[in-house]
Structure formats: C-alpha cells, structure tokens
C-alpha cells in the first residue's frame, strides 16, 4: 500500500518534471524580439468576467481600444494594443501584472469588480498609468471613468413606456450595485415621465456571466405579461434576448421587446430577415471613453487622479438607431427629453425612490 | 517490465499525450504550440514573480485537496469543499477586519475562525448523514449554494448593501513586505507554510493516531468498524468536521492572502471542485494532494500567461484539462504497458 503511494507520489512529481523539462530547452528564445519592438504609445485592457464577447461592455472597451490602435497605427501585441480576459476574480491581479510587465503605457481595468485590483496593481506600479472603468481608484496614476447610466435609462424608459401595450415593463439587472442601480433608476424615472401608472417589474440577478438565469428571468417576467424588457446585466442578459427570440420564433405576433444594454445589441435581437426583438439598446459608450482617455495620455495629459464622468451632452451614453421599432412621433420626445437632460432641465436620480 | 520502469513511464508518457493532443488542438485552430508551450513555461518559473504566482496558487488547491482526500479515507465524498471555503473566506475577512488586536493573536483567530466556519458548515452533512443516513453527496452540493447566497447576503448587511467587506488589518494579514520585495508583489503569501503544515496534520491523524485508523478502518468497511467495537456514526461526523476544517482554511488563504477581503460573488469559485480532482490526482494521500496541487496549481497558473501570446483562454482552458485528463487517466496507460509487456513475455 504504502509503496504504490509511493509511486504514484513519485509518478506524478516525474510527470511536472518532464512536462515541464519539455518546454525548457527553447526558452531563450523569445526574449530577444521583446525589445527589438520600437516604443510606441501602447494600450491595453484587461476584462472582467464576461470576456471580450460579452456584447456590451467589454466589447466595447475593446472596440475603443482597436479603433484607438488603428487611428494611430499600431498593431495588435506587445508595443500597441492588447486585451487579456479574466476568468475568475483572482486573475484581475496577475493579467494587469502580465500587461504591466509587457510595458504597455495605459493600461484599463474594466468593470467596477476591478477597483481594489487596480488600486493595488496601481500603487505597486507607479510608471505606468492605469484606468478603471466604471469605479472610482483615488491614485495619481488612475484615471477613473464613471458614466451618468441614469441619463441614457431615461430615454430607454420614455421609449418603453411608450411602446408597452400591456402596460407592463420588466427590468433585469445584473449584481446589486451603484452602476447597476443608476440604469434602474433613470428607467424607472424616464417610465414614469410617460404613465406614472406603469409599474417597472425589476429583479437583479446577481451575476453578469449567466445567461440561463437571464432567460429564465425573463421568461417569468413575459409569462406574467410584460411585453419590454430592459436588461442591465451584462452577458447574463443575453439570456433575456435568446427568451424573447424563442418567444417571437413560436409566435411571430407575440409582443416582445427588448432593450439592450451598453454597445448597440441590435444583432443580438435578430430573429430573421424580417424580425427583430431589440427595441432600441442604451449605448454606455465605453469605446468614447476610453479612446478620449487614451488619446489624452498619448498628448501627456493623461487625466491621473481625477474621475471623469461621461453624460448625454458628451456622447458617452445614447440610444440606438431603433430601425423603426420606434415610431417617429416617440422618436421626437425622446429627443425633447435627451435635449432637457443635456441641458441640466431634467435632473435624472441615481438611485431608485423606495 | 520491470515494476519501476512502468511506475515512472506511465506519468512521463500520460503527460507527454496530453501535451500532444494539446498541441494537436492549438495547430488545428491555428496557434503555435511551441510558442505556448514556451509561455506556460515561462508562466510557471519564468521569473521570481511568476514562482511567487505559482505557489499563491498551489496553495489553496493544497488544502481543497487534503479536504475532498480526508473525507474520501473515510469513504465519504465531500463535494461541499466549495461551500466550506467560501464560509471560511467569510469568516477569515470578517475577523481580519472587525477585531483590532495584536497579530500574534489576530492572524491566528482569523485563521482559527475560518477553519471553525468550514467545520461547521461541514458538520451538518455530517450529521445528517451518521444520524439518519442522508447521503452527503446530496447534501453537500446543495449546502454549496446555501453557502454562496449567505454568504453574499451577510456581506451585503455587514457592509450596508456594499459589494465587499473592507480590507483585513495588516495584522491579520498573511501578506509581507518581504515576500512582496522578494517576488516583485506576485501576491504570494505565508499560507504555503500553512498549507504545508496541514499536509503533515492529516499525515499523522491519519497515520498515527488511533483515531486516524478509526476513521480509516470506517472508510474501508463501516460494518466491519461497528463490530469491532467503533462508533460509526462519530467518525463520520469527525470526518466532515476535519475534512471542512481543511476546506475552511483554503477559504482563509484568499481572505488573509491573495484577496485580503471577501466580495460579493456571482459564482462558485472553482477551487472547491478542483479539490476534488486534486485529490484524486493525489491517490488521496497528504503527499499526493501536494503534489497534485503543485502540478495543478502550477498548470492553472502557467496558464494564465498564454494569452500573452495570443491563444485565447478557451483554448488555454482545453489544453490544461487535457493535460490534467491523462495525467489522472494513467491507469489506461499503465495496463496497456502491462499488457505489452506480457505479450512479449509470451514470445
């Protein structure tokens, strides 16, 4: 007995060995071309749970950070842009390591689950410069990026109330947070602008990488009669949209909307040729934001220390082209609202009334 | 053959298939398996930080493994190492910031409480089990979701609707400016001590203790146990209690160590379900879970640095499990040699 445990502990100390005896006789290698790579100005992102295909925010940051590096010139890798994804939260620390070590200049967390990585990753790293997305990170080398999500929520909400024939509105939030709870609120608020009478059914459902429990929600929520739903819940709400897509597919006159979060979703609500479930989507635009804060760093001015929040009057949140789900007449008061909240007439709360 | 040549062939070539097939799968989708072999590499011992990453992560699949193989000596399966560890993290962070005392007594109590918080988690399967045969299979799954949502909800009241409790004081703190200096801040902790410690605990409960061969002996025939005069009932229960313990200190090295807090989660954190694996890598034996922790840790860790040369984590993701696949699959490969070797004895 205790000699088979022997082996077998043996065995297995062999099998690292080799396994990795196998790789290092080519380790010399690679070091050589690291510092032949001109010295560029470099970004890169690190992403939070919902990976890079998360069709909103990641996604988006992402496509800020490629369209930064083709606007300049430079190439996807070490010395132009980068992005590596996190799979579990203790990975946050080591990606924005492997990316400092790597020599990228600007370097983005995003996601507010990021904030004490950053912060820690930041203070140990002072040369390079940080930002986090949607978290606030008081360093002189983070910049931190928050968005007036309730701004965007209002419209998405006017647009809703207005579209809704049962009078019925649904809400699927991802965690309980303020950034969360800011998408809430203008919902709710900008519903309430149209029929005081409609009431918002919201839930959160306390995680943005899970689809199933986005469809089941949503399928509660169609099942009980709301006919729009709005999700802030990152790829959890994916499921939302697979639930209307079902439910238009059995019936193509079912009344089922949806309304996407973050980047445009409107090929997420593509049902066929002819039918599309997403009623319009609240752009948070991360890719603005992030080109805005990395074309500042490049011009030295990189905003370190300070919180910069992005609003309706600058383009950083927005509706999407609805591709006439959204009637004309609708489409004007939107406007009249988005213009009132731009100019500081209409005061959109943060935080849903109870 | 030999005994001897095969006890050292069949892990040499199990992990020289899985890095085969590995490769296969990184050149059909179009990457170079060289170069990410060599990323692995260069993951695991490339550099002091890296190292000091490697042992960070070696160290609470040490102790989720000692859990799932403590349990398993007894015959039962603990599956609610998961759920064990998250109670410990909770406990760990919330003596780590709600006591302010000297860190000879802190540290200690944070760890203490974290491995009380496991055992107790653990101890109601347990319970349930030795008083009234519900199977812990069952039981510990679900105590695992249980775990997860209060944990998130007592998070949330103790910090108001906050996402994470604030940070440990330093003197709970597992963490030092040496090791921080020492490994260019790779996050690597005291913890491994602790976990190196609990290897050698388990070896001598198990190995030389009456006890230890109360709850062995209860693993191989509980019936067999009852006649000969032991208390089945107490042993299982011991068990789960010991087994959590374990489980709840893995928790301890995230809250103490790599996290230094406990945050809201909207998952399991893995490590729990990789116990299991660990344990069964290691033959659940103290000496084996340590080993199959190290090549664990150190493949998840190494892992992380693929990416760098532009293989997707998915990608990553299936090597490393085909890596580890044939490695616990050696048995297949061990009886195809035996059987070699016999055909060629009968020429």
Redesign the interface.
């Known amino acids: 007995m205790t000699k088979?445990?022997f082996?077998?502990?043996?065995?297995?100390?062999?099998?690292?060995g080799?396994?990795?005896g196998?790789?290092?006789s080519?380790?010399d290698?690679?070091k050589g071309d690291k510092e032949s790579k001109e010295k560029n100005f470099s970004i890169a992102m690190v992403t939070d749970?919902g990976?890079i295909d998360d069709k909103s925010f990641n996604q988006s940051a992402w496509e800020g950070i490629q369209k930064f590096g083709k606007d300049n010139a430079l190439e996807?890798?070490n010395g132009g842009y980068e992005y590596?994804?996190s799979?579990?939260?203790?990975?946050y620390?080591?990606?924005l390591?492997?990316l400092v070590?790597?020599d990228f200049n600007l370097i983005f967390g995003v996601g507010?689950?990021m904030e004490?990585s950053i912060k820690?990753?930041a203070s140990?790293?002072p040369k390079t410069n940080f930002s986090i997305i949607d978290g606030k990170v008081d360093a002189p080398n983070v910049a931190s990026i928050l968005f007036k999500e309730q701004e965007g929520a209002f419209l998405a909400g006017v647009a809703a109330a207005s579209v809704t024939k049962s009078n019925k509105i649904g809400f699927v939030g991802?965690?309980?947070?303020p950034v969360i709870n800011r998408f809430h609120a203008g919902f709710v608020e900008g519903v309430k602008a149209v029929n005081p009478d409609i009431k918002v059914d919201a839930v959160y459902t306390?995680?943005?990488?899970?689809a199933e429990l986005g469809k089941t929600t949503a399928n509660r929520m169609y099942t009980s009669g709301v006919d729009v739903i709005f999700h802030a819940a990152g790829a959890t709400g994916n499921g939302v949209f697979t639930e209307a897509k079902e439910r238009k597919t059995k019936d193509a006159n079912a009344n089922v909307w949806v309304i996407g979060v973050d980047a445009d979703q409107y090929k997420e609500g593509q049902v066929n040729d002819k039918t599309n479930v997403t009623l319009t989507s609240v752009m948070k635009r991360v890719d603005i934001a992030v080109q805005d804060v990395a074309k500042k760093a490049k011009e030295d001015k990189f905003p370190g220390g300070e919180i910069l929040t992005y609003g309706l009057s600058d383009n950083g949140m927005a509706l999407a082209d609805s591709h006439g789900a959204i009637t004309d007449d609708v489409m004007k008061k939107i406007d009249d609202y988005a213009k009132q909240i731009a100019d500081g007439k209409i005061k959109v709360p943060e935080k849903v009334e109870k | 053959m030999p005994k001897k040549l095969t006890t050292i062939l069949v892990p040499v070539i199990s992990v020289i298939l899985g890095l085969l097939v590995g490769a296969i799968v990184m050149l059909v989708s179009g990457y170079d398996p060289v170069e990410g072999y060599l990323a692995l590499w260069e993951g695991i011992f490339g550099d002091v930080y890296t190292l000091g990453g490697t042992v960070r992560q070696i160290t609470p699949y040490v102790l989720a493994g000692l859990a799932v193989a403590f349990a398993f000596r007894t015959g039962l399966f603990n599956i609610g190492v998961e759920g064990q560890l998250i109670m410990g993290w909770l406990a760990a962070a919330y003596v780590g910031y709600a006591f302010d005392l000297p860190a000879i007594i802190h540290l200690p109590l944070a760890i203490l409480a974290a491995a009380v918080a496991g055992a107790l988690w653990a101890f109601i399967p347990g319970l349930l089990k030795a008083k009234l045969q519900v199977h812990e299979v069952i039981v510990t799954i679900m105590m695992n979701y249980i775990a997860l949502h209060v944990s998130n909800a007592i998070i949330k009241s103790l910090t108001d609707g906050g996402e994470k409790t604030p940070a440990i004081h330093e003197s709970a703190s597992l963490r030092s400016a040496f090791l921080d200096n020492l490994t260019e801040y790779s996050r690597m902790h005291y913890g491994f001590v602790i976990a190196l410690i609990m290897v050698v605990i388990m070896w001598f409960i198990l190995e030389r203790t009456k006890r230890g061969f109360e709850l062995k002996a209860v693993g191989f025939n509980q019936n067999a146990s009852e006649y000969a005069g032991m208390n089945v009932n107490k042993n299982i229960i011991l068990a789960m209690v010991i087994s959590g313990a374990f489980a709840g200190l893995a928790g301890a090295m995230e809250a103490l160590g790599t996290f230094g807090n406990v945050s809201v989660i909207g998952g399991f954190t893995g490590i729990g379900f990789d116990g299991i694996a660990v344990a069964l890598l290691g033959a659940n034996a103290p000496l084996g879970v340590l080993l199959g922790a190290t090549l664990f840790g150190s493949l998840k860790f190494g892992a992380l640095n693929m990416p760098n040369v532009g293989i997707p984590v998915e990608i990553v993701s299936i090597i490393i499990a085909l890596v580890i696949f044939f490695v616990a699959s050696g048995y297949i490969i061990r009886v195809f040699l035996e059987r070699m070797s016999k055909k060629k004895e009968a020429k």
């Open positions: 088979r445990k082996g077998l502990a043996l065995s297995v100390v062999l099998a690292a080799t396994l990795l196998a790789c290092g080519k380790d290698s690679s749970l990976g996807k890798g590596l994804a799979k579990s939260s203790s990975d620390n080591v990606n390591n492997s070590r790597r507010y689950l004490d820690e990753v140990q790293k991802g965690i309980d947070i306390g995680a943005f990488d899970k």
